[in-house]
């Protein structure tokens, strides 16, 4: 197991850099597992984390080529008898026409945010539903540290008082200063 989270972290930095997303609720201890395994990378560059994934399958299958055409990966089987790369994780993968605010701050698609927000059909102060921590999806843009969503969601009536499940506030799950001086700010003009 501790295999397959190594390598999962190593697969996630690559993809997506830097680990971006909010820490998963309580209960859901492997997604928490594969959190905590891909936010220890930290700041590992793509080149470091690919080239640590290729050594790592290689250790586990010798025989494995990373040049060969994902046609024969496929095909080709790891010591444990499975696709050697198919098999390792699963991408959580959301079709676009069920994505919503959340998942657009997420990724940081402030157009899609945009669009979300003038269609007059998002409350930008609601809590998220599909995960236990009540978070707002200023939550979700202070946490990644998207500022321009930020800011945005701001300009939007989002409220920077509104605390999660846990009792924190959005300036308070965030390292970056910029985002916590514009929170900060907001409130203050507010008062």
């Given at each position: 197991?501790?295999?397959?989270?190594?390598?999962?972290?190593?697969?996630?930095?690559?993809?997506c850099?830097?680990?971006?997303?909010?820490?998963?609720?309580?209960?859901?201890?492997?997604?928490?597992?594969?959190?905590?395994?891909?936010?220890?990378?930290?700041?590992?560059?793509?080149?470091?984390?690919?080239?640590?994934?290729?050594?790592?399958?290689?250790?586990?299958?010798?025989?494995?080529?990373?040049?060969?055409?994902e046609?024969?990966?496929?095909?080709?089987?790891?010591?444990?008898?499975?696709?050697?790369?198919?098999?390792?994780?699963?991408?959580?993968?959301?079709?676009?026409?069920?994505k919503?605010?959340?998942?657009?701050?997420?990724?940081?698609?402030?157009?899609?945010?945009?669009?979300?927000?003038?269609?007059?059909?998002?409350?930008?102060?609601?809590?998220?539903?599909?995960?236990?921590?009540?978070?707002?999806?200023?939550?979700?843009?202070?946490t990644?540290?998207?500022?321009?969503?930020v800011?945005?969601?701001?300009?939007?009536?989002?409220?920077?008082?509104?605390r999660?499940?846990?009792?924190?506030?959005?300036?308070?799950?965030?390292?970056?200063?910029?985002?916590?001086?514009?929170?900060?700010?907001?409130?203050?003009?507010?008062?």
């Amino acid at each position: 197991k501790d295999q397959l989270l190594y390598l999962y972290a190593r697969y996630k930095q690559v993809k997506c850099g830097r680990c971006n997303i909010p820490k998963p609720g309580f209960f859901d201890f492997e997604g928490k597992q594969k959190w905590e395994a891909w936010k220890a990378l930290g700041d590992t560059s793509l080149e470091q984390a690919m080239q640590e994934y290729i050594d790592a399958v290689k250790k586990l299958d010798p025989t494995w080529n990373p040049q060969i055409s994902e046609k024969k990966g496929k095909e080709g089987k790891s010591v444990y008898g499975g696709p050697v790369v198919s098999s390792l994780y699963q991408e959580e993968t959301i079709r676009e026409e069920d994505k919503n605010i959340f998942d657009y701050c997420r990724e940081n698609n402030i157009d899609h945010v945009t669009k979300a927000i003038r269609s007059k059909k998002v409350d930008v102060n609601a809590k998220d539903d599909k995960d236990d921590e009540g978070q707002t999806a200023l939550h979700y843009a202070s946490t990644c540290e998207f500022s321009d969503i930020v800011e945005l969601l701001l300009q939007s009536g989002a409220n920077p008082a509104l605390r999660d499940t846990e009792g924190y506030l959005p300036e308070e799950v965030t390292d970056c200063r910029v985002i916590i001086s514009m929170l900060q700010e907001h409130t203050a003009g507010k008062a």
